[in-house]
């Protein structure tokens, strides 16, 4: 599989996304958005892909729409209006648009963040399922600064990681947050200084000890439960256990512990 802004790799049951235009600090194009989702698609699809690893080449992980892009909406006024096409059309309709899809995609998906995410960067962010940060990367909203708003769901979901009062501030502001700022208020889940072993150590375990059926359904209900009150997430969970009790992975489950051996989960 051949991209221009990004390189793709499957090893030890982790996809690796990797955002590739180095010397623009990765900077967002309408190509990288369409060669991500590829690459989303296509590690769905490959079962020896379990987990999904997102993060950038070079010294950013992305620092926003691509200025040359910005500087031709500014002087023409005109902006591309595209119809997006759900990437799991079986999803709630809330993902069914560009960056909120990432919820859709049945795999876990972990941003190794190694340097700054800025503007669309940041917004990625926040769909993904954990951020890991390097100890040297930043992260800043850009929009007020840029004449824009909050775009593509960040004001609803980082209203949820951070809370309301931490999400105004960096919304309003743009400015600069570090690491070590990040993974206090709950922007990021870990901080290291080599992110991306930090983050393949974590998926490697991920794709060797848990069932990747049932990281698949854990994580739609996690999500779902954004929008379910307790009991809708209940019926839900019952209706799953059901399902999974009569599943492979739960034979599987319950076998290897008793024989004391490493898990052989095939998903179904």
């Not at 955002?19 to 079962?47: D, F, H, Q, Y």
């Not at 040297?136 to 708003?149: D, E, H």
């Not at 931490?166 to 709950?186: N, T």
């Not at 994580?219 to 379910?228: A, C, I, V």
Request: hydrophobic content about 45%; aromatic content about 8%.
């Amino acid at each position: 599989m051949t991209f221009q802004t990004i390189l793709y790799d499957v090893s030890e049951g982790i996809a690796t996304i990797t955002l590739n235009r180095p010397e623009k600090l990765n900077a967002w194009t309408p190509t990288m958005g369409l060669e991500i989702r590829a690459a989303l698609e296509a590690s769905v699809a490959n079962v020896d892909a379990r987990v999904i690893i997102l993060t950038g080449a070079g010294r950013g992980f992305c620092a926003g729409a691509d200025m040359n892009d910005l500087v031709d909406i500014s002087a023409s006024g005109k902006t591309e209006s595209r119809e997006f096409t759900p990437f799991d059309d079986t999803s709630r309709a809330d993902f069914h648009h560009a960056m909120t899809y990432l919820p859709s995609v049945k795999k876990p998906i972990i941003a190794a963040i190694n340097g700054v995410a800025a503007g669309l960067g940041f917004a990625i962010l926040m769909f993904c399922d954990l951020r890991f940060s390097s100890e040297t990367a930043s992260f800043v909203s850009s929009f007020a600064r840029r004449g824009l708003i909050a775009e593509h769901g960040t004001s609803w979901m980082l209203t949820r990681l951070v809370g309301h009062s931490r999400a105004m501030d960096l919304m309003l502001s743009s400015r600069k947050v570090s690491a070590g700022e990040a993974l206090r208020i709950g922007l990021v889940d870990r901080v290291s200084v080599d992110v991306l072993d930090e983050a393949r150590a974590y998926a490697r375990d991920l794709a060797q000890l848990s069932s990747p059926r049932s990281l698949g359904i854990i994580k739609g209900q996690l999500w779902n439960s954004l929008f379910q009150d307790l009991q809708s997430a209940m019926i839900d969970a019952d209706a799953e256990m059901v399902l999974s009790l009569k599943s492979e992975d739960f034979r599987e489950g319950v076998a290897h512990f008793l024989e004391k051996r490493p898990p052989r989960f095939t998903g179904k």
